[in-house]
């Protein structure tokens, strides 16, 4: 089973392998808690063993390739060639070998696999005939499975017969984190479950690791975060490795829902002297008759406001739910901007209100960029891209009847030209990215896409400093 992801830097001649399985950790809890942590080491080596053993097998989903130290008679086993050649292997419904003969935006995931008979089986056993000891005493027995999930990215012309060594280190090395995680965060007998997330920070051209301990906070964790932005040299100003900034892969991904990111794909704009600056991150597509909700000719504003909403949760910063039309008019009611009547209505909002609601429910503070006509936004380019460079914040914007959100921008420093990235939530139709993207719902558009006679209002959203 293969995905695609977009490569840059270091995996641009890389496959990505991701190797998942959950492996059954047993230990003895005991209140000495030097004593209980050895009785952890010890099973979490036992589990190491196992892995470096011949036992251990890896196979290529949707193939017949196995891979482990020694050929096996009884099992296939490719060593020979390169790790692009295992493309010709897969099984695949989109015909991966065809498509992407180079690797490029490749996944491969690989099981892990335990040989429970055959010579190299029966050689973990004792060499002798078994001997019992039994000891009448109550004890407690904690048992925690651990989620394993490994990735590499491994060069194209890597021999194939040196993947097996390259997993195995790959599994010993996160069954230390968990390690270190298990005995790091519990409370007497209850133990977190160590869970891997895989993160792929704006700028990084690899990716990270981390393992995190199930039902312990993000604020809990902010001292962990903060030494990995020190020791990877990375701004402490925003979130990079909360749990919601997890790199996601394309067999993760939500099939329904709201479509994300629907700027890529699109070509790129402009000259050799222009320069394009975008929205940071991940947000999702809010537009008008979504949710079984008719807004039509009315709620567009609200719609880029869910947008704006979305970003701040895929980044991180909060896990306020996407407010409703109804949240909405309720949050400018609780204000006081609004009277009662509001809440129910189809009244319109512009970018004070959006700026409003970013403050109420998410401590969100905005500036407001205004200008006394459409053709006045051809000469904003320098403050936009420097709010994409700085903020990277989707911007909303309202002028005279209709709202739209601006993505992103492609300006020329030397004459001026400026193009803007234009996500339009009066969309009504399915959520279908080619749909969407061939006829210019989410596009890029030049400085005549804005109504001359209009004054326009943008509502800029400015990051909050943490981690």
């Not at 050929?71 to 419904?93: A, F, N």
């Not at 133990?191 to 990084?204: D, E, L, W």
Request: charged content about 25%; aromatic content about 8%.
């Amino acid at each position: 089973m293969e995905g695609r992801y977009t490569q840059s830097g270091i995996l641009q001649n890389s496959l990505l392998f991701r190797l998942q399985a959950e492996c059954m950790l047993t230990f003895e809890y005991c209140t000495d808690i030097e004593l209980l942590h050895d009785n952890i080491a010890n099973e979490f080596e036992n589990l190491q063993d196992r892995v470096t053993s011949d036992v251990a097998v890896f196979q290529l989903k949707d193939s017949p390739v196995l891979l482990q130290k020694h050929k096996e008679t009884e099992l296939k086993i490719t060593t020979e060639g390169h790790c692009l050649d295992l493309l010709q292997y897969i099984d695949s419904e989109d015909d991966t070998r065809k498509r992407h003969q180079d690797g490029t935006g490749v996944v491969l995931n690989i099981d892990l696999l335990w040989k429970l008979t055959g010579q190299c089986a029966v050689a973990k056993g004792p060499d002798c005939a078994p001997i019992i000891h039994h000891e009448h005493r109550n004890f407690q027995l904690v048992t925690v499975y651990l989620p394993l999930d490994v990735v590499m990215a491994v060069p194209t012309s890597e021999p194939v017969s040196s993947l097996s060594a390259l997993m195995v280190n790959g599994v010993c090395k996160q069954l230390d984190d968990m390690r270190r995680c298990l005995c790091h965060y519990h409370e007497g007998d209850k133990f977190c479950t160590p869970r891997p997330y895989h993160f792929k920070p704006h700028g990084c051209d690899y990716i990270i690791t981390v393992v995190y301990p199930e039902g312990v906070t993000d604020k809990q964790l902010e001292s962990t975060r903060r030494r990995l932005h020190q020791v990877l040299i990375l701004a402490e100003d925003r979130p990079l490795f909360r749990r919601a900034n997890a790199f996601v892969f394309p067999e993760d991904k939500d099939s329904g829902g709201y479509l994300t990111n629907t700027h890529i794909g699109l070509p790129p704009q402009g000259g050799k002297e222009s320069k394009t600056f975008l929205v940071q991150g991940t947000y999702s597509y809010h537009h008008y008759m979504q949710d079984r909700f008719n807004d039509d000719k009315w709620g567009c504003a609200y719609r880029s406001l869910q947008t704006i909403v979305s970003w701040f949760r895929h980044q991180g910063y909060t896990d306020h739910p996407i407010p409703t039309h109804k949240d909405i008019q309720q949050a400018l009611v609780d204000i006081g901007d609004k009277e009662v009547t509001f809440i129910g209505s189809r009244q319109w909002i512009g970018s004070m209100e959006v700026s409003y609601c970013l403050d109420h429910m998410l401590g969100v503070t905005c500036k407001i960029l205004s200008v006394s006509s459409g053709e006045e936004l051809a000469s904003k380019g320098r403050e936009l891209a420097h709010h994409f460079q700085t903020q990277g914040t989707p911007i909303m914007i309202g002028g005279g009847v209709l709202a739209h959100t601006i993505l992103g921008v492609d300006f020329n420093d030397v004459t001026g030209d400026l193009k803007f990235l234009i996500l339009d939530p009066h969309y009504t139709g399915p959520e279908d990215l080619k749909t969407i993207q061939d006829k210019g719902w989410c596009g890029w558009k030049g400085p005549q896409f804005w109504d001359k006679n209009a004054h326009y209002n943008m509502c800029m959203p400015q990051r909050p400093v943490e981690i």
